[in-house]
């Protein structure tokens, strides 16, 4: 089975930095995704890992630890239309390499 | 706006009723994919269908049945609905949806939000 823990809720000031961790566990990991929603709109897609190490584009970047089961999304110069949940979600080659989505980081930017 | 378009946007109906939902995946996706997000829920994976067929099963309820037509557009069909199934239904499509290209990536429609009274 799958596995995926991220914090419930955060706040973060708006021009700063943010990190919000996914830690997961799977037995085919096949890799993870970073998605951004807005309430009520469709999930759009941020990055992808399958490798260790950081992944960066443009504000945002993410990162991968393997051995770890662990994954961090960065967004930086933090804007109020960062404001949404953040979903992480692992491709497992065990689940017909589907996508399994932990229920998501609502952040809420404040000026 | 992902090139995944659903519809209806919005459909509201009584308990015991039967709905169809439909999507269109991006032009060359072979694969789609339904999802069901309640209230302050996760994603709920719920069937894949690649080129036709059905691919893989997730918490998808015997009320509840799918299928993709030749043209790759899908249809969800909710029967014998529940105040329960009050959600938004995601329709997301990939180009294989195999696993076999690491980087393939779903993208999804913008939602049918079905309210059942």
């Known amino acids: 089975g799958q596995n995926i823990d991220q914090p419930t809720e955060m706040t973060a000031t708006e021009g700063a930095i943010v990190q919000i961790n996914c830690t997961y566990q799977?037995?085919?990991?096949?890799?993870l995704f970073w998605y951004q929603q807005h309430a009520g709109e469709a999930p759009t897609f941020l990055s992808y890992n399958v490798l260790d190490g950081l992944e960066e584009k443009g504000r945002f970047s993410s990162f991968l630890s393997r051995s770890k089961g662990y994954s961090y999304l960065l967004l930086k110069e933090l804007q109020m239309k960062d404001s949404a949940s953040y979903l992480c979600?692992?491709?497992?080659?065990?689940?017909?390499?589907?996508?399994?989505f932990g229920t998501g980081t609502r952040l809420t930017v404040i000026p | 706006d992902s090139g995944v378009t659903q519809t209806p946007k919005h459909l509201i109906t009584a308990t015991g009723q039967r709905v169809t939902l439909r999507c269109s995946p991006r032009s060359g996706d072979l694969s789609v994919y339904w999802y069901q997000q309640s209230l302050d829920q996760g994603l709920q994976f719920l069937i894949q269908?690649?080129?036709?067929?059905?691919?893989a099963k997730g918490n998808i309820l015997e009320r509840f049945s799918a299928q993709q037509f030749p043209d790759l557009h899908s249809e969800l069909n909710l029967s014998s609905l529940e105040l329960g199934d009050s959600a938004l239904y995601f329709c997301?499509?990939?180009?294989?949806?195999?696993?076999?290209?690491?980087?393939?990536?779903?993208?999804f429609g913008p939602g049918t939000r079905l309210t059942v009274l």
């Open positions: 269908y690649y080129n036709g067929e059905e691919r």
């Open positions: 997301a499509s990939s180009v294989e949806g195999q696993g076999i290209t690491s980087t393939d990536t779903q993208y």
């Open positions: 979600a692992v491709r497992d080659r065990t689940g017909a390499n589907n996508l399994f």
């Open positions: 799977t037995s085919g990991f096949n890799g």
